[in-house]
């Protein structure tokens, strides 16, 4: 109605033209040393919005630490309120990293994951949880169930995935019903000014007018005649309901380098095709070793590592007589990224296997992006041609290489964000890799991700890397001494 709705804007406009000053409450005790200086602004921010009861949109620069904020005030709202219910709606990829988040830094605060072929379709069983972490794609097709639940909070983050007005997934995220709404994203604007319309009328809505108005007012006078003043009274409008620090503005706050792992987790035509390669090898070994021993079963092993490995890449770069298709949910998380998260920021991407530079250099020419890129086989001007036009060019944002070839001698710094594509058991490689970009020269501050497909051989790598921290990690150089050092029951394990 929009009658109501105007009056509804009407007070809320009032608080803010009463509001004062932004509080400086003090965070939660146990976040207190944790939070930086810009972060603690951030969970003040979080709390003004609270106060005037207005939405707003957490844009920091991907790295800056969304998440925390986004928990500490979560956190800091329970406490304060003796309650809390709040959904999280993010991209499948940031699952893990938002279950993964709140054990560290929220631990006191009960989640359930509502995703995937298992999950309980019945409100009650969702009542008791404090946070619920759900995908764009599940609000969708249950948001009868997830609009019949009353929230305190409904969370977007990457809420870019909301840009389209008249999409499905933009209705469903409108028809929630949550006290406070909050949206995260690093770049909400990523094509025009009309990426910001959805965002902004999800969070307060009307506060634009109707689509045709923002359109008629600011879109096309902004994008299409790029007039200043409509430029400018539109950014009026939005500073208070956007908070945004990039890279450079809090880079006294941050460390030189950054490492975050970024859980992927396949989809069911890739987890079919790992699971039988899996259960395959499984029995294959475990016969060997039973035959022959341990020590003789070392090759099937690694080529049993090795094929789970490419299979999580995608199953299109093993090298078999039958073909897969490019089913690749690291391909898709990657493109993600690199389309929508770093921005103008420079990016290395590394993979130890060319089959999967293959692929990626496919998906960023299918997507207009440009990049540079070698592997071994590149020669040595080559070589030094494309690191030249990566250095030099604002326009390649990316370079693709190959871990093998591109370990020693480089000297990178223009780029600030690393992704390794298919992280092993030997830091040690992937971090000569991620100092490519932390060089003499180098005044940014570095973000490396490490792509991890969860549930398979690399998320098992790491739990082993943990359980065998006592191992020197000197006396093993390569794939053949990595493999000596598993025990039986590393074995039965990795291939479970």
Known sequence: NEEELIIHLEKKYEQLREFKKIKEIDPPAHLAHILRPYQVHGFHWLNYLHEVNWGGILADDMGLGKTIQALSFLHHYKVHYGHLRALVVCPT?????????????APELTY???????????????????????????????????????????VLDESQAIKNPASKVTKAACLLRAKHRLCMSGTPLQNNTFDIFAQMNFLNPGMLGSIEFF??????????????????????????????RTKEQVARDLPDKTETILFCEMEEEQRKVY?????????????????????????TILQGLMKLRQICDSP????????????????????????????NHKALVFSQFLGMLALIREKLTELEIPFEYFDGSTT????????????DNDSCRVFL??????????????????YIVDPWWNPAVEQQAIDRTHRIGQTKNIFAYRMICKDSIE??????????RLLAKDLIADDDGFVKSLSREDVEYLFS
């Open 316 to 343: 299109a770069i093993l090298n078999e007589t039958e073909k897969y298709p490019n089913h690749s949910i690291k391909l898709d998380e990657l493109s993600r990224e690199i389309s929508e998260n770093i921005g």
């Open 112 to 154: 359930r994951i509502h995703h995937g072929g298992e999950r309980l379709r019945i409100k009650e069983a969702l009542n008791d949880f404090e946070i619920i972490i759900t995908t764009y794609g599940t609000l969708r097709s249950d948001i009868k169930l997830l609009m019949d639940m009353p929230l305190d909070y409904v």
């Open 401 to 418: 290489i190959s871990l093998k070839a591109g370990g020693v001698g480089l000297n990178l710094t223009a780029a600030d964000y690393v």
């Open 380 to 391: 040595a001007t080559d070589r030094e041609k494309a690191i030249r036009a990566f250095q």
């Open 459 to 468: 998320d098992k790598i790491l739990q082993l890397q943990d359980r065998k």
């Open 275 to 299: 699971d039988a390669y899996r259960n395959d090898y499984r029995d294959k070994i475990l016969g060997t070793i039973e035959a022959q021993g341990i020590q003789r079963s070392q090759l």
């Open 215 to 244: 359109r008629q007012e600011f879109a096309i006078p902004i994008d299409k005649f790029g007039e200043p003043d409509r430029k400018d009274h539109l950014r009026k409008l939005l500073y208070p309901f956007i908070l945004r």
């Open 93 to 105: 990829t940031l699952i893990f990293n938002w279950e993964n988040e709140i054990k560290k830094f």
